[in-house]
């Protein structure tokens, strides 16, 4: 009898303690990710300042708000990219429509702007500019998009072209300026980029787009 009861008073200390093992794990995983989270948002309340940036050979925008681009013809004016590369251009617009609307006093407009109409997400911005810098041998690169984008974006960047020097420059979308870290904290725009950036540096993206794509499946009947 004394044999049995030993046996399970170890094993139910073995359980007692595999469940503090996990709980533990499971309180520094949370407070990682939280830590990292906090990080994250205190990023994205911070803005790059254009005019002490240093050259580049290129530059390189991922479309979304609209002081992306204006910030990215704003560098090419000022010459600290030879070319620019406005990635992600929806099909429906023309170039005279985006050159007009973003780069009216860049008389080499036609000459210097490229634009990328096949990217559709950030991983697709990635790959073409990875394209469109080795056909005109760039080796550094000023990249430009959202504060809060900017994570993902040169983690996807530096996975297509590891050898390239990139600089980013980020901007604060108008709906973020001046806000703080708290509250990008509480924003969902923050928090479901934060959880893709996660993703991304997990390299969990062609789980979940499994995933998603199989809950889309019609079911059968």
Known sequence: MKSVSSKFLKASVV????????????VFLISLVSAGFYQFAT??????????????????????????????????QAKNGKRLLISGVSTSVTDTAIFKAYAPKTANAFCCIDLDRLALDTKGNAEYT??????????RIIVVTSSYHMPRSLNHLRQTMPSVDLIPAQVIP??????????????PKIIIEYAKYLVTR?????????MWTSLEMPTRS
């Open 15 to 26: 359980s007692q303690t595999a469940k503090h093992v996990l709980a533990g794990a499971l």
């Open 43 to 76: 990023q994205a309340a911070q803005e790059a300042s254009l005019q002490t940036l240093p050259k580049a050979d290129a530059i390189v925008v991922l479309t979304g708000e609209d002081n992306r681009i204006h910030s990215a013809v704003e560098l090419l």
């Open 130 to 139: 990875a394209k469109w810098a080795k056909l005109h041998d760039f080796n």
């Open 174 to 187: 108008s709906d973020l300026k001046g806000k703080s870290t708290l509250f990008m904290m509480t924003s």
């Open 202 to 210: 997990a390299k969990l993206g062609p789980v979940v787009k499994y």
